[in-house]
């Protein structure tokens, strides 16, 4: 066969199999022939370019389903914080008062036991530390006494007074306080002879008392009292009894008197 003859036989074959030219690897590489970007390139053992296949793409992902929103966590009711009870400031209120004690009368005599209740009633702040308050007191008084040819002269007194205080706060729950006030007086009198018998008498007279104390607060509402000072200055006299021509004068030393007095005093 001459050369002419089997050029024309490579061409025929090469048309028939459908081959495409030839590219060597270096052309590739160097980049002066492209291969496709989605086509994968097959290059032969001799260099050649021996076809393009395209490459395998890869499956598309499924796109997640989008996550539920959560539930929204139901709100705790919040409590309103509850209001403080105000604190009652003693002398601030009506107050009831219970003292008990004992008196001794300036002219000697026997010893009185006494008790006084009184009811507190607050009337002006007159500073922070000063309270102007009228105090109603009712107060009985208990004495016996022996006498002569044996004796005994008893009385029982009791006296309503109305007082105006003045309280002022010394120092934190310490209060010192002076009352004075005026009001009536009744004695109920009992005097007894043994070999003659009894025979009851009374006096009535005015009132007059003077005060001072302290009074320490346990609580908003509850003080202890102390009155060391309590004066009680009277008209009212001694009875006088008759017994056939003797007459008899009770001698019970009601005139003026002092008294030491403590007890409670609790806010209403």
């Avoid at 007191?137 to 006494?145: C, D, N, P, R």
């Avoid at 908003?220 to 009894?241: I, K």
């Avoid at 004068?249 to 009601?254: F, L, N, Q, V």
């Amino acid at each position: 066969m001459s050369t002419f003859s089997a050029l024309a036989w490579l061409v025929c074959t090469a048309g028939n199999i459908g081959l495409s030219p030839t590219v060597t690897t270096n052309e590739v590489s160097r980049g002066s022939v492209a291969a496709p970007a989605s086509e994968a390139v097959q290059v032969s053992r001799s260099g050649r370019w021996l076809a393009a296949v395209p490459a395998a793409s890869s499956p598309p992902r499924k796109a997640s389903p989008p996550e539920a929103p959560k539930a929204a966590e139901p709100k705790r009711a919040v409590e309103a914080p509850r209001a403080a009870e105000p604190e009652r400031a003693p002398g601030a209120s009506l107050s009831g008062v219970g003292l008990v004690g004992v008196g001794f009368p300036f002219a000697g005599g026997p010893a009185w036991l006494r008790a006084s209740l009184r009811v507190g009633v607050p009337i002006a702040e007159l500073d922070p530390r000063l309270r102007f308050e009228l105090v109603p007191a009712l107060s009985y008084g208990w004495a016996s006494s022996a006498g002569a040819f044996g004796s005994t002269s008893t009385v029982n007194g009791f006296d309503l007074v109305a007082l105006a205080r003045l309280r002022f706060r010394a120092i934190e729950h310490l209060h010192v306080y002076g009352d004075f006030g005026v009001g009536v007086i009744q004695h109920f009198f009992r005097y007894e002879i043994p070999s003659l018998g009894s025979a009851d008498g009374s006096s009535t007279g005015a009132a007059f008392r003077l005060q001072a104390g302290l009074e320490y607060d346990v609580s908003p509402r509850l003080a202890v009292t102390v009155e060391p000072l309590s004066f009680l200055f009277q008209t009212a006299g001694e009875a006088t009894f008759r017994f056939g021509n003797t007459t008899f004068t009770s001698s019970t030393g009601i005139g003026p008197q002092a008294a030491f007095l403590a007890g409670v005093r609790l806010w209403l």
